[in-house]
């Protein structure tokens, strides 16, 4: 059985840290690509950033570059989202998911498996 699941979500202020987590069982850590997505209230999820199958290649969406990085376990299914200066504006339910495919992806359809989601949420 596949499950993603996610840690590490709270409240802090602008300007403040953030490290997530997420556990993946299930699943050959050698096939398959990680990702980490948000959804704030009332919009659409989100890409925030994907990281292939070795970690050795990462992409970020264009609103979090230079302040979130993603990072996974060497051979498992485990991925990280350290989030630093972070900003009200990246208030949100955070969820990790995972791809079959070999080229990282900024799309929601590309990715088959999602954890239930974290919550994030920063104070100005």
């Known amino acids: 059985q596949v499950k993603l699941e996610e840690s590490g979500g709270g409240w802090v202020q602008a300007g403040d840290s953030l490290k997530l987590s997420c556990v993946g069982t299930?699943?050959?850590?050698?096939?398959?690509?990680m990702g980490w997505f948000r959804q704030a209230p009332g919009k659409d999820r989100e890409f925030v950033a994907a990281?292939?199958?070795?970690?050795?290649?990462?992409y970020y969406a264009d609103s979090i570059r230079g302040r979130f990085t993603i990072s996974r376990t060497s051979g498992e299914n485990t991925v990280f989202l350290q989030m630093d200066n972070m900003k009200p504006g990246d208030t949100a339910v955070y969820y990790c998911?995972?791809?079959?495919?070999?080229?990282?992806?900024?799309?929601?359809?590309?990715?088959?498996?999602w954890g239930q989601g974290t919550q994030v949420t920063v104070s100005s």
């Open positions: 990281i292939s199958r070795n970690g050795g290649d990462t």
């Open positions: 998911a995972s791809s079959s495919m070999y080229l990282l992806s900024a799309l929601v359809d590309s990715y088959d498996y």
């Open positions: 299930g699943l050959m850590p050698s096939r398959r690509t």
